[in-house]
Structure formats: structure tokens, C-alpha cells
């Protein structure tokens, strides 16, 4: 069993992000720009806020962040976007997640520019991923390939069972192994026997949100295992959606938590900046 050390890769992207940020400060031209958005006070997207801004200042990447108050109006939060589409020292615009009740999350993400939209969320870059012809994909997804991808784990022909169907992991997720040339199953509340579908496949991502959902009975040997959740036993321990003791022997890699698909995450979200970056000097 090999862990699937998400933590070294993510570092290895940052370094390589700050090298060619270092390059465009020595030809005297500006830096990347990421601007963060957070509306209300929640503890989770604060410390998930915070994580981001690090990982900006060690590429290298201009970093700015927006609090709004949770009772602003959905029309001043467009207000407030729109400005951002105009900044020309902002070449990426993320909305943290979730927005208070009375905001449609899907007008919010629509207001973005296709171009600066980093979480990939705007539905001209989701249609984009739907024809194979994406330009940003969302991090999490994009990160998981990527992670595989650094352990030079083939995918061409693999059968994937994705637990989970959420417009931010499970469907864009399944679009990309479908770009990898793999077989792909999408399993969710209403699938019956889900152990039947996670039992043939190669590559297995839970990401569901339930404690130590996928057990040892769920997995063959040599299954590849990708943790996307992130929950708090009852224990009060982080832990993901998978229970780790028992299915990591039966595994040939596996995704730690903390420490695997998040900081991937971070990571991918600085290099969509950055491709956003590129896109905009030279349009």
C-alpha cells in the first residue's frame, strides 16, 4: 500500500507556479491576481480562506479578499463581482461557499467572467468540460487527476466508481475520467448495493460527506482509494468518508486526511489562476 501524499504534490505545483511568477517580476511585469470573496462569518470557509491566502504568498500570487456582510443583497453582491471582472489586477474571482440562503449561488456564479471563473463553476466552463473542451475545471476534480497523474498511475481503460454526484466533485469528476479514457460509474442515495459497483472497480472517490462510509468490505484488494471528504468522528478527529484503518491494507494507494484531495485543491486553484493569468495578457 502506497499513501498518496497530497501535501508533497501540492508543494511541488506551488514551487513550480513561483518559479514562473519569479520570472515575469524579474521581466517587470505584474503578478497573478486572486480575489477571494466571502460573505457571513462561517469558521470553516474562514480557516479554508485562510489555508488559500498562505498558499498564494508562498507562489507568489496576488492575493485580496473581500468580506461582506451575510445580510447584503444579492444584487450588491453582483455589484461587487462585477468589479472584479473589470480589475485588470485580478485574473481570478472565488466565491467561498456556501452563500447565505437568499442568494442564488447559481446567478453569483454566472456573474463571474468565464475567463477569471477559478473555481470552474460558471456554466460556460461547465459545458465547456461537458464537450472535452475545458479551459478551467474545478479544483477538486482537476486535483484528484493530477494527484494520480504524479504517481504515473495509468488510467486509460480503469473502472471508476465516484460516490457521490455534486456539481463541485462527482459530476465534473466523472467528465475528466471520462477524458482519461476510464469507465465510470456514479453512484448516489439512490443507488441500490452500492458495494456491488465499488467491489469492480480499479478507482474508488467517496465523496459524500458520511464518516467512514466506504468499509473494507467495499473494496477489492489493489483498489486505488481517493478520500474526497472531509468529517469529524465521534471523537471530535478529522477523518474522511473512508474508514481508513480497515480498507487502507487491502489498497494499493490511498488518499490520507487530512493531507491528500485538500491541499490539491489549494493547489489546482493557483494554477487556474495562473492559466487564467496567461489567458487575459494575452487576449
Not at 466523472?174 to 469492480?200: G, I
Not at 488518499?255 to 485538500?262: A, H, L, R, Y
Amino acid at each position: 500500500m502506497e499513501i498518496l501524499d497530497g501535501r508533497k504534490t501540492a508543494k511541488d505545483i506551488r514551487k513550480s507556479i513561483k518559479i514562473k511568477v519569479d520570472e515575469l517580476i524579474a521581466q517587470g511585469k505584474r503578478v497573478p491576481g486572486l480575489a477571494v470573496v466571502i460573505v457571513g462569518f462561517d469558521p470553516a470557509s474562514e480557516s479554508y480562506v485562510k489555508s488559500k491566502e498562505k498558499a498564494c504568498k508562498r507562489a507568489g500570487i496576488y492575493s485580496k479578499l473581500i468580506k461582506l456582510e451575510s445580510e447584503i443583497s444579492q444584487e450588491t453582491l453582483l455589484e461587487e463581482i462585477n468589479k472584479l471582472n473589470r480589475d485588470e489586477n485580478i485574473d481570478g474571482i472565488l466565491i467561498q461557499l456556501p452563500l447565505p440562503a437568499h442568494i442564488d449561488p447559481d446567478a453569483v456564479m454566472n456573474c463571474i467572467d468565464p475567463i477569471k471563473d477559478v473555481d470552474g463553476f460558471n456554466f460556460i466552463n461547465i459545458g465547456s468540460l461537458c464537450v472535452g473542451k475545458e479551459y478551467l475545471a474545478p479544483c477538486t476534480p482537476k486535483g484528484i487527476i493530477r494527484l494520480l497523474k504524479h504517481y504515473n498511475i495509468e488510467l486509460s481503460g480503469k473502472k471508476v466508481c465516484i460516490i457521490g454526484r455534486s456539481n463541485i466533485v462527482g459530476k465534473p469528476l466523472a467528465l475528466l475520467f471520462l477524458q482519461e479514457n476510464c469507465t465510470v460509474t456514479v453512484c448516489h442515495s439512490r443507488t441500490k448495493n452500492p458495494e456491488f459497483h465499488t467491489l469492480n472497480s480499479d478507482i474508488i472517490v467517496p465523496a459524500v460527506g458520511i464518516s467512514k462510509f466506504l468499509k473494507s468490505d467495499m473494496v477489492s484488494e489493489g483498489a486505488i482509494v481517493i478520500d474526497v471528504g472531509i468529517n469529524v468522528d465521534s471523537d471530535g478527529k478529522i477523518c474522511g468518508d473512508v474508514d481508513y484503518e480497515s480498507v487502507a491494507p487491502k489498497c494499493s494507494f490511498i488518499t490520507p486526511v487530512p493531507g491528500g484531495v485538500g491541499p490539491m485543491t489549494i493547489a489546482l486553484l493557483l494554477e487556474n489562476t495562473f492559466i487564467a493569468y496567461r489567458k487575459l495578457i494575452s487576449s
